[in-house]
């Protein structure tokens, strides 16, 4: 079973930058897309971005799109999420989330396998 440990939450002003990592267990890590998710106080859990096994592909929400930069290093078992600009509004808990094949298109959580226990980031006005 693949562990998932995200860490690099914290607080920071709006318009400053963090960078999120997930660390996994087993090098089956290389082999199948991650995500990054968020869930904001009172609201739903919703996608952040993904990216293929490969590291070559990735796909972002509209509303991170231009600020957020995933990427991921096969050979260190890791998964990054570089955070800029940061707004008010990105304020939540970001987990990672592997699926379970090499190319996942969905962006629905449900089709994401294992997930970390997650970092919260805090954004002040």
């Known amino acids: 079973q693949v562990q998932l440990v995200e860490s690099g939450g914290g607080l920071v002003q709006a318009g400053g930058s963090l960078r999120l990592s997930c660390a996994a267990s087993?090098?089956?890590?290389?082999?199948?897309?991650m995500g990054w998710f968020r869930q904001a106080p009172e609201k739903e859990r919703e996608f952040v971005a993904r990216?293929?096994?490969?590291?070559?592909?990735?796909y972002y929400a509209d509303s991170v799109k231009g600020r957020f930069t995933i990427s991921r290093d096969n050979a260190k078992n890791t998964l990054y999420l570089q955070m800029n600009s940061l707004k008010p509004e990105d304020t939540a808990i970001y987990y990672c989330?592997?699926?379970?094949?090499?190319?996942?298109?969905?962006?629905?959580?449900?089709?994401?396998?294992?997930w970390g226990q997650g970092t919260r980031v805090t954004i002040s006005s």
């Open positions: 989330a592997a699926a379970g094949r090499a190319y996942e298109y969905s962006t629905e959580s449900k089709r994401y396998t294992y």
């Open positions: 990216i293929f096994w490969d590291g070559v592909v990735t």
């Open positions: 087993e090098r089956t890590f290389s082999s199948v897309t």
